[in-house]
Each structure stands twice: as structure tokens, then as C-alpha cells.
């Protein structure tokens, strides 16, 4: 079936440090991918997306390509800020009538 | 703008009551999903619909229930509450559907039974 396997946290970085969250994924057909962001006390809102292979989804300074050879989709940031700190969940769809989510990874960004 | 918009966001359920999970979004969008949130286990489906007067199953629907009479309403009853159901409750929906259009979620509601 399909799934999402994200990396485990938590994650605790410096400011302006370097982040890297892995997310491979499983599916049965050509999935759109995704990474949403949850902050404190709210719910998940889109961060960025990709909806073919060898697209690069962008925003805020996030990046993420959708590598079909290696079924991968790992979110990147150059330099982390303090406003960074959340759970970041990779998500993917086939059918748009299910999303499967990861786990969840949570980012703590210190000053 | 709203958005989704759930209420109450805490519960505290004694075992055995029931409640409903109120939902509605104003971007008339006609998907609409409700997730269950639980720790180190990220979001599973619990209910979906495609429109109104239509829902169907997601991957834990045992022990819920769900209606949508109305584009913008769809709330989610638990009949018995079980200590099980305690969990962080997401109201989600997307515009068409499809594998490229994202979710909007609510703030979520938690809810306790004991």
C-alpha cells in the first residue's frame, strides 16, 4: 500500500544552522508529494509541494525534490531561524481522496 | 477568511458518553476529510466525503460516525466514547480532490476520555 516513512526527532539546531529531514515514500501508482508544517496549538498548513518526478517545491526558504529513482523527497533549509521551530510532516497522495502522512518530525531551533 | 473552522477545541468524555466534533469551512470547497492525530503515529483518515450526501471510510473508521447534509458542515460523532478515542481530532478540506490539491486543515480538537 501506500506510505510514508519520515525521519524520527526530535531535531534540535543552532540558528542559521543547515536542516535536513529525510521522507522516502511507497506507492502503487504516480503520488503527489507534500510537506506540511504544524505549529504550536494549530493545524498542519502547507509548506510546499511537488506533483512529478524532478520537481522542486519551494517556500519560506524550504526546498524539497521529488527524486523517483531513489523515492525521496527530503526537505532542505539553508539557515534555520528560531520562527522554524514545528512538526514537519512529509504526506503523499495518488487519488487526492487519500493522504498518507509520516509521523511527524519535530524541529527545535535554538538561538 | 476563516477557513476550517472546528469546535470545541478540548473535550474531557467519561467512558461510554457521546459527542459530536463540529466541522465547517467557507471556501466551498467539496472534499472534506476528518484525521485522528495521535503521538508518533501522525494522521490517520478517519472519514471522508466528496460532496454532500456522500462519506466514506478512511483507515480507522470503527467507533465513529459522520453526516454531511450541507457543503460547509460535515461533524464527526463518537456514540461510546473509549479511552482508545483519545486523540487529537483534524478537520481538513481540499478544493478538488485530486493528488495535487492540498489540504486546509482546522486547529484541531482534543479531546480526553477517561
Known amino acids: 500500500g501506500d506510505s510514508v516513512t519520515q525521519m524520527e526527532g526530535p531535531v534540535t539546531l543552532s540558528e542559521e544552522a543547515f536542516l535536513t529531514i529525510n521522507c522516502t515514500y511507497t506507492?502503487?501508482?504516480?503520488?503527489?508529494l507534500f510537506w506540511y508544517v504544524q505549529y504550536p496549538g494549530e493545524g498542519l498548513q502547507l509548506l510546499l509541494k511537488a506533483t512529478k518526478a524532478d520537481d522542486k517545491g519551494s517556500n519560506k526558504g524550504f526546498e524539497a525534490t521529488y527524486r523517483k529513482e531513489t523515492t525521496s523527497f527530503h526537505l532542505e533549509k539553508g539557515s534555520v531561524q528560531v520562527s522554524d521551530s514545528a512538526v514537519y510532516f512529509c504526506?503523499?497522495?495518488?487519488?487526492?481522496?487519500?493522504?498518507?502522512f509520516g509521523t511527524g518530525t519535530s524541529l527545535t531551533v535554538i538561538p | 477568511n476563516a477557513g476550517v473552522t472546528q469546535t470545541p477545541k478540548f473535550r474531557i468524555l467519561k467512558i461510554g458518553q457521546s459527542m459530536t466534533l463540529q466541522c465547517t469551512q467557507d471556501?466551498?470547497?467539496?472534499?472534506m476529510y476528518w484525521y485522528r492525530q495521535d503521538p508518533g503515529m501522525g494522521l490517520k483518515l478517519i472519514y471522508y466525503s466528496v460532496g454532500a450526501g456522500i462519506t466514506d471510510k478512511g483507515e480507522v473508521p470503527n467507533g465513529y460516525n459522520v453526516s454531511r447534509s450541507t457543503t460547509e458542515d460535515f461533524p464527526l460523532r463518537l456514540e461510546l466514547a473509549a479511552p482508545s478515542q483519545t486523540s487529537v481530532y483534524f478537520c481538513?478540506?481540499?478544493?478538488?480532490?485530486?493528488?495535487?490539491?492540498?489540504?486546509?486543515f482546522g486547529n484541531g480538537t482534543r479531546l480526553t476520555v477517561t
Open positions: 481538513a478540506s481540499s478544493y478538488a480532490g485530486t493528488a495535487n490539491s492540498p489540504l486546509h
Open positions: 471556501m466551498n470547497h467539496n472534499y
Open positions: 504526506a503523499l497522495s495518488v487519488t487526492g481522496n487519500q493522504f498518507y
Open positions: 506507492a502503487t501508482g504516480y503520488p503527489s
